[in-house]
């Protein structure tokens, strides 16, 4: 290819024509539109600093990497359990994923960075001898004398810490090299096949002075990008291995002299993850020190005094503020290089590459990219598509266009925010959903990862009725059992209908809780509750039937709770009978009006007499269903429950007491227990304290706590202990403040808490883990799964009846 711009590669060393080298690291992108306005000029001034201190010329490529949907059922796989679970029944479910995934097309943005490096300079005699040579086209390429490259590893591990110390950096891969090199032939249409067994290859050779040097194989990168490119107007045709590519290159006209931080001016991210197709961009700067910086802009100065004063002179006098303004826009510049940090300034050339598989299509895609960038002209140049197409390769020479190169300060590089993006979820899970924005970009979640890395276990899904949070909820605890986990669904609407599924019919084990009496003593929480636990819990359970009771009975049933876990087989019929037996006329009133509650409805649930019957649990899913339970609507005081509100609510307490110690045993289980309607537990002292000893329980037992709920009340005691956080379509701006706050986002934001009310059917924010913020869309993928998971009114009568 005439032009091509790289001879050879040592490791992340780029070696050019002439005396061009760089290093080429790789940028880590940062999940950017949700964070706090302060994170974002945190971002601004990192890029800003680093190119204030990496005092050589850089080039920054952004480009975008098709989603690598074919590897997806390889990668899931090491998710298995295959104690727990048949490998051909999860690689039937990723399959399907799969196959969705290559459908979306979607891509990921990836950042790489040049830093030129300086050259070894030879004689000046031999410099002009190859001049003349390559005047006359005689020239042949020179060695390239190992001492240069002992010296180039030298200056790139300095440039490796300048670049580390501002930004994500690690050193590029020869693999990367040549994805880069192979992309561009057929960008826009489909990934590019890479040799795995390529390395940059060199024959070592004696120089004339005795020394060791290296001879690069002429063909061994160019073959990396030497498909046929054709030239077609303002297009460009290549023919690559993978299909035939179109392709348009534009230049970046000149910026805006003011535009708005965050917002406008974040050009490199905002118009291309708007974009529902990929586009590329580089950007070719030229580090210009501080002090060639201010001859410059006093150079500009005088010119601008001199437009001024022919204006003024002339007949017509001033034709307009033109000449004013750039006289004041050249004096601000020069007080600003002249400030006390003595800033650099850029001369930059930055273009976009546009692929398609058909010429329409192509132009369809450029019309969209034109509209995206609104008042910042593009330009797509005839004559120089061939040049642009080869800025866009990886090169060491800082790119040949300037025709639209502008001078740029380093505030102004850093706002326009190369390395933002939208990404969210684990690394490596599996698929819940895409994005809204950047693409449709996949979202996929590994919900054994916070306890297997000691972060808090805990799940949060908090929206309103019809908002799609239960039925996310309950495909986290399918894909759970999918992979090989243990799962446990306290169900207490009941609405779940996990026993629906085809795929786990006969695994799953439904318990149906009642006041029968062939339940009673089924949540005694002296029986089934955690050892640690069971005190609390017993005393908050037993007074919570007897809300109006004076103090005094609370002290006499601590007491008796006490004196029945020093005995043997603790129980809540042994604290009646210690109640009841008791010389304190306070405890036999306690005893005998729970004697009452001893024996009536589901009550009977929470008084066994000490014998540790348990339901076992032997099949992969286990859901309870409380039916007889009456629960209070979300947001009702808890001081204006009646009687069997307040019993229906310390009933759950016990379930979710009952629910853990299904899932106590084998450690290196991983087990799921989903708790639905968990707004009870947020709302009171005694439910956030039973969330946190959930918590120190499941990190101890390899657990997973999900806790849905349609209110979010105060969650300032628990939210350390919850670590991701899906937040749906909430009622009101109240409710949709606190959860923008739950997120860490800004809810004095009116647009984004309109957005957060309007989310419905699986539309939701995600905060992972890691803290990164990501709007997406909740896919179950399998049709069927939605149609028999939908808990929407009117979704089940009409499942029935298909039935």
């Not at 003011?258 to 291309?272: I, K, M, R």
């Not at 300032?716 to 991701?724: A, F, P, R, V």
Request: charged share 25%.
């Amino acid at each position: 290819m005439t032009g091509f711009p790289l001879r050879y590669a040592h490791q992340n060393i780029l070696v050019g024509e002439g005396d061009a080298r760089a290093a080429l690291f790789r940028v880590d992108t940062v999940s950017y539109p949700f964070l706090a306005v302060a994170d974002k000029r945190d971002w601004l001034r990192r890029l800003a600093r680093f190119a204030f201190a990496v005092e050589a010329d850089f080039s920054l490529w952004r480009v975008c990497r098709e989603y690598p949907a074919d590897s997806y059922a390889d990668q899931g796989m090491a998710l298995l359990d295959a104690r727990r679970q048949s490998p051909a029944a999860w690689r039937s479910y990723l399959n399907g994923h799969e196959a969705h995934l290559r459908e979306l097309r979607s891509f990921t943005p990836e950042v790489y960075l040049a830093v030129s490096l300086p050259a070894t300079r030879s004689a000046g005699f031999d410099r002009m001898r190859r001049r003349v040579e390559g005047l006359f086209g005689v020239a042949n390429p020179v060695p390239i004398p190992a001492t240069e490259i002992d010296a180039l590893v030298v200056a790139e591990e300095r440039a490796f810490r300048r670049a580390e110390a501002s930004l994500p950096v690690r050193r590029a891969t020869t693999r990367e090299l040549q994805w880069l090199l192979r992309r561009a032939a057929c960008r826009g249409v489909a990934e590019p096949a890479l040799d795995d067994h390529w390395e940059p290859s060199a024959l070592i050779v004696e120089t004339a002075g005795g020394r060791p040097a290296y001879e690069p194989l002429g063909t061994d990168i160019v073959r990396h990008a030497n498909a046929p490119v054709f030239e077609q107007e303002r297009a460009l045709v290549v023919d690559a291995e993978e299909g035939r590519s179109h392709q348009a290159m534009l230049g970046m006209g000149a910026l805006p002299e003011e535009s708005e931080f965050p917002g406008g001016a974040e050009l490199l991210f905002s118009p291309l993850e708007a974009l529902a197709f990929p586009v590329d961009a580089v950007v070719h700067a030229r580090w210009l020190g501080n002090r060639e910086a201010i001859t410059r802009v006093r150079r500009r100065i005088v010119d601008a005094d001199v437009a001024f004063s022919e204006q003024l002179s002339s007949t017509h006098g001033p034709l307009s503020y033109t000449a004013e303004e750039n006289r004041q826009l050249a004096r601000e510049l020069d007080a600003y290089l002249q400030s006390h940090e003595r800033p650099p300034l850029l001369n930059v050339a930055i273009s976009l590459a546009v692929g398609a598989a058909s010429a329409s299509e192509l132009e369809a895609r450029v019309e969209a990219l034109v509209h995206r960038f609104g008042t910042v002209a593009l330009h797509r140049p005839l004559g120089l598509q061939p040049s642009l197409f080869l800025d866009h390769l990886p090169r060491a020479d800082g790119g040949t266009v300037r025709d639209y190169a502008d001078v740029l300060t380093i505030e102004q590089f850093g706002a326009l925010m190369p390395v933002g993006t939208h990404q969210a979820g684990s690394d490596r899970g599996v698929y819940i959903g895409r994005t809204l924005a950047g693409g449709a970009r996949p979202v996929r979640f590994d919900v054994t990862e916070a306890s297997r890395t000691g972060r808090p276990p805990s799940i949060l899904l908090a929206g309103t009725l019809g908002s799609g949070k239960t039925i996310a909820a309950e495909l986290l605890a399918f894909q759970a059992e999918r992979r090989g986990s243990l799962v446990v669904d306290v169900d207490p609407k009941p609405d779940h209908n996990l026993e629906g599924l085809p795929e786990l019919a006969g695994r799953v084990h439904v318990i149906e809780l009642s006041g029968d009496d062939r339940y009673r003593g089924l949540l005694d929480p002296l029986v089934v509750a955690p050892e640690s636990l069971r005190e609390d819990l017993a005393s908050s359970y037993l007074m919570e039937l007897l809300p109006q009771a004076p103090a005094t009975w609370e002290t006499q049933v601590r007491k008796a709770v006490r004196a029945a876990l020093e005995g043997p087989s603790p129980s809540c019929l042994r604290v009646l009978e210690l109640l009841l037996a008791s010389a304190d006329s306070d405890a036999r009133s306690a005893g005998e009006a729970l004697s009452v509650w001893a024996d009536s409805g589901v009550a009977r649930l929470g008084f066994g007499d000490g014998e540790r019957a348990r339901v076992a649990a032997e099949r992969p899913v286990t859901t309870i269903k409380a039916r007889g339970l009456s629960l209070p609507a979300p947001g009702i005081a808890r001081a204006d429950y009646d009687q069997s509100e307040r019993l229906g609510v310390a009933t759950l307490k016990l379930i979710a007491a009952y629910a853990m110690r299904l899932v106590a045993g084998d450690r290196s289980v991983h087990k799921v227990v989903l708790f639905d309607e968990a707004w009870f537990l947020l709302a009171s002292r005694d439910g956030r304290r039973l969330i946190d000893r959930l918590n120190r329980l499941g990190r101890a037992e390899n657990a997973t706590l999900i806790l849905a709920t349609q209110q979010l009340t105060d969650v300032g005691d628990i939210e350390n202990l919850i670590g991701t956080r899906f937040i749906f379509g909430q009622e009101t701006a109240a409710e949709a403040r606190r959860a923008l706050e739950l997120l860490g986002l800004d809810p004095e934001d009116r647009q984004l808490v309109e957005r957060v009310r309007s989310y419905r059917r699986g539309r939701c924010l995600m905060r992972d883990i890691d803290d990164r913020v990501a709007e997406l869309q909740i896919e179950p993928v399998h049709e069927h799964l939605l149609r028999i998971l939908d808990t929407s009114p009117g979704a089940r009568p009409v499942l029935e009846a298909a039935a």
